[in-house]
């Protein structure tokens, strides 16, 4: 084999080499990222969106949950 010939299959030896080392360092993260959701990522999730959209408008929020309050204990 040629040097030239020989230097070109350590590149494409090299890249390929390179190329299965970025998808196995993939994998793993998808699989911590998948782990780090948990059963009840979906909810966190919910949670997290309502508590950011209730607090821009704290007051508003908190005389809602006061009407509803008063409103069930007037129908009890």
Known sequence: MSTS??????????????VSSDFLALASHMNDCERSRGRF?????????????SSRRIVTTGALFACCGLGLLVLV
């Open 5 to 18: 010939t020989a230097e070109a299959v350590r590149r494409i030896s090299a890249s390929q080499e390179l």
């Open 41 to 53: 990522f979906a909810l966190r999730a919910a949670l997290d969106s309502l508590q950011a959209m």
